[in-house]
């Protein structure tokens, strides 16, 4: 019997846990635009912050996009309710709240990665210490995801543990897409300039396949088989196809306990055809924007269906 | 208590040798380096840490999350002193439910002419609600942490009967599960009798005793006002290790006459609640109109036999500190017997002679409030400032009925290992208990409280007090 209650807690602990480790990818990636390319730091701090969908309220709090402004905000600044330090504790909380539906290996690896960030975030976060900070923050994730997996009963309350991951993870790879979209634009292409070595690579490297592009697609990055790869790819584990697959074979396996069909099931599948056969050069002469948008609305109308058809609230 | 204020040590004699309970413990604590102690003492703290085992204080924003300190070195109690022990408060127990029984019926107690009628029925732990309500399997306290101090080699006394919803038990637990791992090899060189099994028992307590309108195994809940609730670790805790329920009041309503838990799948009606919500918080409608931690309406589901409270609502009233006072007098009355287990001394300000016994000597004594708890609101005399003497003073003379007095005991004390070495602490004792309605069971030791500053008498964690593991030996 799982409460509403304990399936909201434990959806949202993964959506926070997820979105802190996508946040720690990005700061990631933005560090290595700025390192290398010190022009255009600027520029990339401030789509990454636009990813995250904080740009009001980052620049109400910096003037301007500057490495410790940006590090600061995305990391530690606790006044940002979406910086990796009140994610953790979000989650964390959360946990507490379904304590009895973790087994003690994901709670302690949970608190621990709380206690250790805690620590590691006490002190603004330097040129020098942010990758160790950002190593932390990954391995961290993958602590907390390894006790899940490996001791977790694969009932209910893992469905929601996992619906939460993955709409998330299809959220954050939409977003990053729909900041980097212009890079992808064909009419760049045709204008004959070519596409940024270092802008696509940032988009991959946000999604930690930079290296799994390449050895899929023999090194010949193109924008549309970057799209493609994001969107399309069944194998990766960060593309919207993917997500889009997990969530379906979650939702079937609640669906199963129920006397009548739930409506988010049928948003899945709907979000889940708009993707499935299509071909990736329509998707851009139509509009990789508007393609992306409307995923994006159709993951926040699919989030909201499976908090009501699980009575998450009272 | 020894007159010139000596305490009496539970390890060591006043000539230094080792009292027998402890001689097992002590031979091993001989082999042992001190730098290795040290270190399994701090490797305490970081287990207690990433297990969660934190509790949260009142009125402190800034440590919203505290360790209550664990003393690596165990309090030992001899199978005899244990059996004399829980025969004294297996009859106390059994005395409470039936003056409970009593004064939410035919009131005998009163009639008789033994407890003044004002101290019930104008005791604001009184729910007239109850009046006429008879639990299941007639049980009112399932649950009760009876706190004991030892005062002499055989001198045990009650200070507390906390038939509310006592907390620590977690910390029993959890205290044992630590020394297990730190010291495995301690454990077959002493023989303990374990207390892993007390969820089994709580479980099997609270099944006892289903609601009337309760069809097939029980389904049993725990309701917790939530994460920020001081002992919430313990509400988690206890639902996890029986697996339970752990429910807050916006997870239930009343439905179809029962208390139903919102699930994914719909309502579902629980029929045991082990409720960590205090009476005045458990029903809107019926008590505080202001509070959102409890159940509209759940007073009246339970009166018709829909759902089981644990503890019984009103049983406030058995352990308040003024009926604390008449607990002899209300064993004698329900068993016939002469209690096991005695009182501390104590002077009920409402009367006017003892009332100015304490006026003319709070320098020597322990105030405290009829309805206070955790070390709260209580006046220590011989520690006591001259202002806040005379801060008491006030409070005596303007509302006596509010305060008890008592001598200030001297607790016994057992060694905590301290960066010098062992060092005595006092200490104090909760034993929990489970009662059912056809026995009673008392996990073998309980939680020992330490007072870990030198000389200091109070012993609650809110206080810095600290815990100990608590064993009791084989026979």
């Known amino acids: ?314 | 208590m020894d007159k010139e204020g000596i305490p009496f040590d539970e390890m060591f004699m006043a000539s230094g040798g080792i009292r027998r309970p402890y001689s097992d413990y002590h031979q091993w604590l001989e082999d042992q380096h001190a730098r290795r102690l040290q270190q399994k003492s701090s490797e305490a703290d970081a287990l207690f840490r990433s297990v969660g085992v934190t509790f949260n204080v009142y009125g402190d924003k800034d440590a919203d999350e505290r360790l209550i300190p664990f003393d690596i070195v165990p309090r030992i109690i001899s199978a005899a002193e244990w059996s004399k022990l829980t025969r004294g408060i297996e009859q106390r127990i059994r005395a409470i439910n039936s003056f409970l029984h009593d004064i939410y019926h035919r009131q005998e107690i009163i009639r008789a002419g033994t407890l003044p009628a004002k101290l019930v029925t104008g005791n604001s732990a009184f729910l007239p609600q109850m009046i006429g309500v008879t639990p299941p399997g007639n049980v009112y306290t399932h649950i009760v942490g009876t706190d004991i101090i030892r005062t002499g080699e055989s001198e045990f006394l009650v200070l507390e009967d906390n038939a509310r919803t006592p907390s620590g038990v977690s910390y029993m637990l959890q205290n044992r599960e630590t020394m297990l791992q730190m010291f495995p090899d301690l454990f077959s060189a002493v023989n303990v009798r374990p207390v892993s099994d007390y969820p089994r028992h709580l479980r099997r307590c609270l099944s006892d005793c289903p609601p009337e309108r309760c069809e097939g195994r029980p389904v049993i809940g725990v309701l917790t006002p939530g994460i920020h609730n001081s002992a919430y670790f313990e509400h988690a805790f206890l639902a996890d290790q029986m697996g339970a329920e752990l429910l807050e009041g916006q997870d239930l309503r009343v439905a179809d006459g029962r208390i139903a838990m919102r699930t994914i799948r719909g309502y579902v009606p629980v029929d045991v609640l082990y409720r960590r919500v205090d009476d005045d918080f458990l029903d809107p409608l019926n008590f505080r109109p202001d509070s959102l931690l409890g159940v509209a309406g759940i007073l009246d589901v339970y009166r018709a036999g829909g759902v089981t409270l644990v503890n019984a609502p009103g049983t406030g009233v058995a352990d308040d500190k003024a009926i604390y006072s008449y607990i002899p007098d209300i064993i004698r009355f329900y068993t016939g017997e002469a209690p096991l287990l005695g009182n501390v001394p104590t002077w009920r300000c409402s009367e006017p002679d003892h009332l100015a016994y304490a006026l003319d000597n709070l320098s020597e004594l322990v105030v405290k409030e009829i309805h206070g708890s955790g070390g709260y609101g209580m006046l220590v005399g011989p520690a006591a400032s001259k202002q806040e003497l005379a801060e008491f003073r006030q409070l005596l003379s303007s509302r006596p009925e509010n305060y008890i007095a008592q001598p200030t005991m001297c607790l016994s004390t057992v060694p905590i290992f301290a960066r010098s070495g062992l060092a005595p602490r006092h200490v104090d004792l909760r034993p929990f208990v489970l009662v059912s309605p056809d026995r009673i069971h008392i996990s073998p030791g309980g939680l020992t409280r330490v007072a870990l500053k030198e000389g200091s008498l109070v012993v609650n964690s809110s206080q810095g007090g600290g815990t100990k593991d608590t064993w009791v030996l084989e026979d």
């Not at chain 1, 500057?66 to 946990?95: H, Q, Y």
């Not at chain 1, 994901?106 to 709380?114: C, H, I, L, R």
């Not at chain 1, 805690?118 to 391995?139: C, G, M, Q, W, Y």
Request: charged content about 25%; aromatic content about 8%; some cysteine.
């Open chain 1, 1 to 314: 019997m799982v409460l509403g209650r304990t399936a909201d807690g434990l959806f949202w602990m993964f959506r926070y846990l997820e979105r802190s480790e996508n946040t720690a990818r990005l700061v990631g990636a933005g560090l290595r635009i700025a390192l290398t390319r010190s022009r255009s730091g600027a520029e990339e701090w401030s789509s990454i912050i636009s990813t995250v969908g904080a740009t009001d309220a980052f620049l109400a709090r910096h003037p301007g996009y500057e490495f410790d402004g940006v590090v600061d905000f995305m990391l530690r600044d606790r006044s940002n309710p979406t910086c990796v330090m009140s994610l953790i504790a979000s989650a964390r909380n959360n946990a507490r709240a379904v304590r009895t539906a973790l087994t003690s290996e994901v709670w302690e690896a949970t608190n621990e990665t709380w206690m250790l960030l805690r620590n590691a975030l006490k002190a603004p976060v330097t040129h020098h210490s942010l990758p160790e900070v950002l190593s932390l923050i990954r391995k961290q994730s993958a602590y907390v995801r390894g006790a899940l997996h490996g001791t977790m009963l694969r009932n209910e309350m893992f469905n929601f543990a996992r619906l939460g991951t993955f709409l998330e993870r299809a959220d954050n790879t939409a977003r990053i897409l729909d900041v980097k979209y212009y890079v992808l634009l064909p009419s760049v292409v045709h204008v004959g300039a070519p596409i940024d070595n270092v802008q696509w690579e940032t988009i991959l490297r946000s999604v930690s396949a930079e290296h799994s592009y390449d050895w899929l697609n023999e090194g010949d990055p193109n924008p549309a088989g970057i799209a493609k790869f994001l969107l399309l790819d069944g194998r990766m584990p960060r593309s919207m196809a993917f997500c889009c697959g997990q969530i379906l074979e979650n939702l079937r396996y609640l669906e199963s306990g129920r006397p009548d069909p739930a409506p988010s099931l049928d948003l899945a599948q709907e979000l889940t055809d708009s993707l499935r056969g299509r071909d990736v050069k329509d998707v851009l002469d139509e509009g990789l924007h508007d393609f992306i948008q409307e995923i994006i609305s159709r993951i926040g109308k699919l989030g909201a269906q499976i908090e009501t058809d699980y009575r998450f609230h009272a």
